[in-house]
C-alpha cells in the first residue's frame, strides 16, 4: 500500500482557494486516489476520488500529473464549515480500506 | 442517502469487562471495515471483513478482538476484555464489491466512542 505524505496543517481565510497536495511515490499502476474529509468526533466522509488528470465534483477538484506520484486538492472559497482533517488514501478496490489513514492535513479556516 | 450507522453512540465500561460495538453497513455492500482513533491520533485500521469471514488485520486486531456477521444486517467489534488503553473512537465503515472499477470509496459511520475506565 503506497504511503502518502501531507502537510500537517494549512491556515487559510474565507472564500479563498485552497490547495492540499499529497505525495504518493509508490503508487501503482491500479491504484485511486481518494480524498476524506474528517470533523472532530465524526467519521470521514468522502470529497472526491480520481485515477488520473483533474476531477470535479460539487465540492472539489483533485489535480493529478502524468507521474501520478502526487496529487492535489482543491477547494474553492472556502467557508468555517471547511475547517476539517483532510485525508488522502491511495489503493484500489478492497485495498484502499487496508491501511491507516495518514496523518491528515488540518485546515484551519478564519473568518 | 444511504448511510452506515452505528450503536452505541458513546460507551462507558470498566476494565476487564467485555463490549460489543454494532455497525449496519450499506445494504448492497459486502466489505466491512473497522477502525479506531485514539484522541488527537490518526484513523488505525484494524480489520476488514468479507464474505463471512477476516481478509485482513492489523498488529492492532489481537485476540482480545473479534468480528461477527451475525445475520444479515449487522456487523460487530467485540473486545473480550477492555484494557484502558482501547479507550477511542471506533468506526465501522463498508465499501462495495464490483467485478470490475472497484475503487474503493469507503463509507463510514459516525463512530462509537469508547471510554474505558
Known amino acids: 500500500l503506497a504511503k502518502t505524505t501531507q502537510p500537517i496543517s494549512m491556515d487559510s481565510y474565507e472564500g479563498q482557494e485552497v490547495n492540499i497536495t499529497c505525495s504518493h511515490n509508490n503508487i501503482a499502476t491500479n491504484d485511486y486516489i481518494t480524498w476524506y474529509q474528517q470533523f472532530p468526533s465524526q467519521g470521514p466522509r468522502f470529497i472526491i476520488q480520481g485515477y488520473k488528470t483533474k476531477v470535479t465534483n460539487e465540492v472539489a477538484s483533485l489535480f493529478i500529473p502524468a507521474d501520478r506520484k502526487s496529487s492535489t486538492l482543491s477547494l474553492p472559497r472556502v467557508s468555517l464549515s471547511d475547517t476539517a482533517v483532510y485525508y488522502c488514501?491511495?489503493?484500489?478496490?478492497?485495498?484502499?480500506?487496508?491501511?491507516?489513514f495518514g496523518d491528515g492535513t488540518t485546515l484551519t479556516v478564519k473568518p | 442517502e444511504p448511510e452506515v450507522t452505528q450503536t452505541p453512540s458513546h460507551q462507558v465500561t470498566q476494565m476487564g469487562q467485555e463490549v460489543i460495538l454494532r455497525c449496519v453497513p450499506i445494504?448492497?455492500?459486502?466489505?466491512f471495515y473497522w477502525y479506531r482513533q485514539i484522541l488527537g491520533q490518526k484513523v488505525e485500521f484494524l480489520v476488514s471483513?468479507?464474505?463471512?469471514?477476516?481478509?485482513?488485520k492489523s498488529e492492532i486486531f489481537d485476540d482480545q478482538f473479534s468480528v461477527e456477521r451475525p445475520d444479515g444486517s449487522n456487523f460487530t467489534l467485540k473486545i473480550r476484555s477492555t484494557k484502558l488503553e482501547d479507550s477511542a473512537m471506533y468506526f465501522c465503515?463498508?465499501?462495495?464489491?464490483?467485478?470490475?472499477?472497484?475503487?474503493?470509496?469507503?463509507?463510514f459511520g459516525e463512530g462509537s466512542r469508547l471510554t474505558v475506565l
Open positions: 471483513f468479507y464474505n463471512n469471514e477476516i481478509s485482513e
Open positions: 445494504s448492497n455492500h459486502l466489505y
Open positions: 488514501l491511495v489503493g484500489v478496490g478492497t485495498n484502499a480500506g487496508k491501511s491507516t
Open positions: 465503515a463498508s465499501s462495495e464489491v464490483r467485478l470490475a472499477g472497484n475503487t474503493g470509496e469507503l463509507f
